[in-house]
Nanobody, 126 residues
Framework: EVQLVESGGGLVQAGGSLRLSCAGS????????IGWFRQAPGKEREEVSC????????YWQDSVKGRFTISRDNAKNTVYLQMNSLKPEDTAVYSC???????????????????WGQGTQVTVSS
């Protein structure tokens, strides 16, 4: 059974940092692209970042470029999202998902066609 478990969220002041983790099991972790999405209250879910099985990274939101860093530790079956210089507009539930092919396909992930974790809340106060 595929399982994705996010952790590391919390309440932080603007300018602070958090590191999110996405731990996976039930699949061959090394072979999958893994990405982060976020959903703020009253807004659509948006793609944030992805790391491929070859360690290629992409940041889809211009607002996070230079502040967020995605990485993976295949030995621990975990992907990380290091978030620095956090802003109130980063407040959202952050969820991870996987794709056996690529970040390109992962970007189109929906609740019905991909596996997702339960999400972790990130709240940035001003």
């Amino acid at each position: 059974e595929v399982q994705l478990v996010e952790s590391g969220g919390g309440l932080v002041q603007a300018g602070g940092s958090l590191r999110l983790s996405c731990a996976g099991s039930g699949f061959t972790f090394d072979n999958y692209a893994i990405g982060w999405f976020r959903q703020a209250p009253g807004k659509e879910r948006e793609e944030v970042s992805c790391i491929s099985s070859a360690d290629d990274t992409i940041y889809w939101q211009d607002s996070v470029k230079g502040r967020f860093t995605i990485s993976r530790d295949n030995a621990k079956n975990t992907v990380y999202l290091q978030m620095n210089s956090l802003k109130p507009e980063d407040t959202a539930v952050y969820s991870c998902t996987i794709d056996p092919w690529s970040c390109r396909y992962l970007r189109t992930a929906t609740m019905s066609n991909h596996y997702w974790g339960q999400g972790t809340q990130v709240t940035v106060s001003s």
